[in-house]
């Protein structure tokens, strides 16, 4: 099991910075692949970034490349998603998420790939 724990959403202006962190326990966070999802009311989850166990990979959604930047500490086994530049259309509730991999630089996009979810964080950009 492995137990994941978002945190760093809040309110902020088109323009502005935000940085989510999602903190992991429970296994060896370095075996594990991770990615940012995220959710608006009456959506399906979304696909923002990945990241691959080693960092040595990571894939975006085209709508927040260059904008937003996945990394990953694993010595202090969390996850972290810079989001700059942000839009009115960045706001949803965020998810962290993380899938056992045996392979060091692979990513994965898709959230049925996911078996480990945290709560989610509510991120709210005004116009």
């Known amino acids: 099991q492995v137990q994941l724990v978002e945190s760093g959403g809040g309110l902020v202006q088109a323009g502005g910075s935000l940085r989510l962190s999602c903190a992991a326990s429970g296994r060896p966070f370095s075996n594990y692949a991770m990615a940012w999802f995220r959710q608006t009311p009456g959506k399906e989850r979304e696909f923002v970034a990945a990241i691959s166990r080693s960092a040595v990979s990571t894939y975006y959604t085209d709508s927040v490349k260059g904008r937003f930047t996945i990394s990953r500490d694993n010595a202090k086994n969390a996850v972290y998603l810079q989001m700059n530049s942000l839009k009115p259309e960045d706001t949803a509730v965020y998810y962290c998420?993380?899938?056992?991999?045996?392979?060091?630089?692979?990513?994965?996009?898709?959230?049925?790939?996911?078996?480990?979810w945290g709560q989610g964080t509510q991120v709210t950009v005004s116009s």
């Open positions: 998420a993380a899938i056992y991999s045996f392979s060091s630089s692979a990513y994965y996009t898709r959230r049925s790939d996911y078996g480990y």
